[in-house]
């Protein structure tokens, strides 16, 4: 059965630092997300994106992230300068339509230390 | 704000009970509807989706909508040790598909 695979399942990075997190989503899907839950706290919605471009962002994607898909397999989401904050757990999605069933990758654990 | 309320629990139940989940949504507009398990540590996992008001089975789980109430709920039947973990209600919301999550309920399957 297919699946979002995401890599790496933890990351330790030192505050200031750029990080790039992995997934590689379910083939026939078209629509990503990503996701994070900060430890003990309702998952949250960060970006989506569609058609090569972002679709939607929350108020807590601001200038420090980005996402691509650079190769049409691969979608990123990078942090440029990470803040003990920005440790959660962090989650990839896709579905294969707007509103349908949306599943999601394993998670990397980020820790900003 | 658009948001999504559950009793965070946890709920207890003996083995082999129902086990009733509830959920409401504040966007009137919404369509999309969907539970989610996750265990400690780990992904959400897709249960259960629904989109027109009413009952809709899948083995032991029944997920009911009521988009007149705004409410959502999950039955899980015959209850298993198994089942212990937190239940997500996620409500999609515009256009992009973005799911609103609520805050989780914990199942308790006592054996």
């Known amino acids: 059965e297919p699946e979002v695979t995401q890599t790496p399942s933890h990351q330790v990075t030192q505050m200031g630092q750029e990080v790039i997190l992995r997934c590689v989503p379910i083939s026939n899907h078209l629509y990503f997300y990503w996701y994070r839950q900060i430890l003990g706290q309702k998952v949250e919605f960060l970006v989506s994106?569609?058609?090569?471009?972002?679709?939607?962002k929350s108020e807590i994607f601001d200038d420090q992230f980005s996402v691509e898909r650079p190769d049409g397999s691969n979608f990123t989401l990078k942090i440029r300068s990470t803040k003990l904050e920005d440790s959660a757990m962090y989650f990839c999605?896709?579905?294969?339509?707007?509103?349908?069933?949306?599943?999601f990758g394993q998670g990397t654990r980020l820790t900003v230390v | 704000q658009k948001e999504v309320e559950q009793n965070s629990g946890p709920l207890s139940v003996p083995e082999g009970a129902i086990a009733s989940l509830n959920c409401t949504y504040s966007?009137?507009?919404?369509?999309?509807f969907f539970w989610y398990r996750q265990y400690s540590g780990k992904s959400p996992e897709l249960i259960m989706s629904?989109?027109?008001?009413g009952d809709k089975e899948d083995g032991r789980f029944t997920a009911q909508l009521n988009k007149a109430s705004q409410y959502v709920s999950l039955l899980i039947r015959d209850s298993q040790p198994s089942d212990s973990a937190t239940y997500l209600c996620?409500?999609?919301?515009?256009?992009?598909?973005?799911?609103?999550f609520g805050q989780g309920t914990t199942l308790q399957v006592k054996p």
């Open positions: 994106f569609y058609n090569n471009e972002i679709s939607e």
């Open positions: 966007d009137r507009g919404s369509q999309s």
């Open positions: 996620a409500v999609g919301s515009g256009n992009t598909g973005k799911l609103i």
């Open positions: 999605a896709g579905s294969g339509q707007a509103n349908t069933e949306a599943f």
């Open positions: 629904i989109y027109s008001n």
